[in-house]
């Protein structure tokens, strides 16, 4: 059983800073890429960024130079730097992860439960 646990969420004026972290945890061989996501009320759930085991990132447009995603290939941890937060970043931010569970061939797609992020302006 693979479980992914966010933490780090809360709450910050605009122009703050918020760092989330996630981490996998259970019988993981690998993980491959790793993801946050997020969801505003009434809105669908959008990438925000996606990290590759090599540490290629990819940000959508709104949060670069903003936003910084690394990982812990050894912990299995993924963090969210945010710096410079604006009210509409405000939403329940869900990290993903790819992984190769122990005795397994395939990769799974996890979520986390999510963590609230609220950007008061």
């Known amino acids: 059983q693979v479980q992914l646990v966010e933490s780090g969420g809360g709450s910050v004026q605009a122009g703050g800073s918020l760092d989330l972290s996630c981490a996998a945890s259970?019988?993981?061989?690998?993980?491959?890429?790793w993801a946050w996501y997020r969801q505003a009320p009434g809105q669908q759930r959008e990438l925000v960024a996606e990290?590759?085991?090599?540490?290629?990132?990819n940000y959508r447009d709104s949060v670069k130079g903003r936003f910084t995603i690394s990982r812990d290939n050894v912990l299995n941890i993924v963090y969210l730097r945010m710096n410079g937060l604006r009210p509409e970043d405000t939403a329940v931010y869900y990290c993903?992860?790819?992984?190769?569970?122990?005795?397994?061939?395939?990769?799974?797609?996890?979520w986390g439960e999510g963590t609230q992020v609220t950007v008061s302006s």
């Open positions: 993903t992860a790819d992984v190769l569970p122990t005795g397994h061939e395939n990769y799974r797609t996890y």
């Open positions: 259970g019988s993981i061989l690998r993980v491959n890429t």
């Open positions: 990290i590759s085991r090599g540490a290629v990132t």
